[in-house]
């Protein structure tokens, strides 16, 4: 049974802040093994603004490619559907972080900050690891903390007091939730991704990136957001609610097999990557 | 506490008021630290001048040093981020490359200051 609070949020959950319907469509699409690169193309020119940032994004120095891409339907044949798809979650859910006003500008810009270096991070550990679909873990990464825009939005006094506690005991954010609500942000996480019918993947990292080992099928995916998530910390990129560093999930670090001297290197790359890509995907309110 | 142009801002100074922009909406905290992207970010939101600490020395320049982030100040904060895990091996590991990096970030951006 959920918590009362929770219970609450999920009467509630149709005014969940909701992903545009373009974003829905081309999730469709990119599910539907009978659609073409054309049918994508058409529904993402549909929209101008997606399109555009489209554009940018596959031309900026993130993805490298040596020759301007001009066209959408250019842009799609040279990622993939599945990486066209992660990339318009992507910026939507930049839309969804800066619509809020609620908290102060620089708390939003750190929040966002954190999230986008836990992208990053699992991005660089996924390429050290020789992990297939690197941009899934960016996505991953990106949404690992959504549960607590959820409880900025919809319990904004439950908010306020888990931040106070955070800072009058010197907490983790996740244990002031725990002791203010009995539950927290990535139980919350997991249901606004059900709720988003986001693949199974992304829910289980979002579900499980505390506690990586229980992932599941996930697990490898689910210890990468994990050991980004406390690597952005240490170098202090963004704001991840607290102070403290999360314990170590023991088991998923074995999973990984990253040599201890391997760390340094990742954490010089995800702090270049990082200014690389902040710049360019700025946090504007 | 000295008021600055925006154009004198280096990264790693120190606020000493909270900055807000023309609709009162605070944009960076008192005491936050700068960063290159912070000072780009207050220049698209047409701030000027901004209160930074500092001590005024005898020849009219001010002495910012006593204020800036320090490597000391560095392995503080990091210990004290890292206090509950350090019995962790692979944590003691990842705090000494975080100091190392951080240290790093600290020289990097001011050479590119210098030059400019």
């Given amino acids: ?285 | 506490m000295i008021r600055l142009k925006i154009d004198e801002l280096k990264p790693g100074m120190i606020l000493a008021r909270s900055v807000h922009n023309q609709q009162d909406l605070q944009l960076l905290e008192k005491d936050s630290s700068l960063t290159k992207k912070r000072i780009w970010m207050l220049k698209t939101w047409g701030i000027d001048q901004v209160s930074i600490k500092g001590i005024p020395k005898n020849d009219g320049t001010t002495d910012f040093e006593a204020e800036l982030e320090t490597k000391e100040n560095i392995e503080t904060q990091l210990r004290a981020k890292f206090a509950d895990v350090t019995d962790d091996p692979v944590m003691e590991e990842i705090m000494k490359a975080a100091s190392r990096q951080l240290q790093k970030n600290l020289s990097d951006p001011e050479k590119e200051n210098e030059s400019t």
Avoid at chain 1, 205 to 211: A, C, F, M
Wanted: proline letters at 5%.
């Fill in chain 1, 1 to 285: 049974m959920n918590p009362p609070d929770l219970d609450r949020i999920l009467s509630r959950v149709d005014d969940l802040p909701t992903l545009p319907r373009t974003v829905l469509r081309i999730t469709e699409l990119v599910n539907d093994p009978k659609s073409s690169a054309r049918d994508l193309a058409r529904v993402i020119t549909d929209d101008q603004v997606l399109a555009a940032r489209l554009l940018k994004l596959v031309n900026s120095s993130f993805y490298g490619f040596p020759q301007r891409i001009s066209t959408i339907t250019g842009a799609i044949v040279l990622l993939g559907f599945d990486a066209i798809r992660n990339l318009l979650l992507t910026t939507s859910v930049f839309d969804l972080f800066s619509n809020r006003r609620k908290t102060s500008l620089i708390r939003q810009e750190q929040f966002w900050d954190h999230s986008l270096g836990c992208a990053v991070g699992a991005k660089v550990i996924g390429n050290y690891l020789r992990y297939g679909k690197v941009e899934e873990l960016f996505v991953s990464g990106l949404l690992h903390d959504i549960g607590k825009i959820v409880e900025m939005i919809f319990l904004p006094q439950a908010f306020k007091e888990i931040n106070d506690l955070v800072k009058d005991q010197n907490i983790l954010m996740i244990a002031a939730e725990e002791k203010i609500l009995g539950y927290s942000h990535p139980q919350i996480g997991n249901l606004l991704a059900e709720r988003w019918n986001l693949p199974p993947k992304l829910i289980s990292v979002i579900s499980h990136h505390h506690q990586p080992s229980e992932a599941g099928r996930f697990v490898l995916e689910a210890a990468i957001v994990h050991l980004a998530d406390i690597l952005c910390r240490s170098i202090d990129i963004g704001y991840g609610g607290d102070n403290k560093m999360p314990a170590l999930d023991k088991t998923a670090w074995d999973n990984l097999r990253i040599k201890p001297r391997a760390i340094e290197s990742m954490l010089a790359e995800i702090s270049k990557e990082f200014e690389d890509i902040s710049l360019f995907i700025t946090y504007s309110p």
